[in-house]
């Protein structure tokens, strides 16, 4: 990020991966210490931002292609649909959920069986807010999107 006027690069993208989430084992013991990594991973990189003046200009988002049930399958809990994710950064609208919690019952409306919830927002919803910060065009929203078309709101006003 510090060297991009030496690349001549606009934009940006980094990837980084913390596995373990597929707790099918000893979920008790190994989520709390999984979010614990995260949280202090994306505290240090948004100090280090801060250090660079560059927290307004950087986004940092998580993503996943699965949630967990809330029902156990031993010592853990299977795939599940429903998941949450956390956004930072200056061009963030922070300190506010979007969307509406589910409520983490079985077989409350929110469950579709199993205890999996199901998403009150959709991936291609999440992706496309992030997308249009990034500078895609509108035009660009529904050949990259498909199922966009498919939801009220194409922009889910998390960002500046």
Do not use: C
Not at 25 to 38: A, E, G, I, T, W
Not at 58 to 70: Q, W
Not at 137 to 157: E, R, T, V, Y
């Amino acid at each position: 990020i510090a060297a991009q006027n030496a690349f001549q690069v606009k934009r940006q993208i980094f990837y980084v991966t913390l596995r373990g989430f597929d707790t099918h084992r000893d979920q008790l013991q190994q989520h709390p210490q999984l979010l614990f990594q995260l949280d202090e991973g994306l505290a240090l990189f948004y100090q280090a931002l801060e250090a660079l003046g560059m927290e307004n200009k950087v986004t940092t988002f998580t993503t996943s292609e699965f949630g967990r049930t809330l029902a156990r399958n031993g010592d853990g809990t299977d795939h599940g649909w429903g998941s949450h994710h956390w956004v930072m950064g200056g061009a963030v609208k922070g300190q506010k959920l979007y969307g509406q919690f589910p409520t983490l019952e079985i077989n409350s409306d929110d469950d579709l069986g199993r205890g999996r919830i199901i998403p009150q927002l959709s991936f291609d919803q999440y992706a496309a807010t992030l997308g249009k910060w990034f500078g895609l065009p509108a035009d660009d929203l529904d050949p990259i999107f498909p199922n966009l078309k498919n939801f009220n709101l194409s922009d889910l006003g998390f960002m500046h």
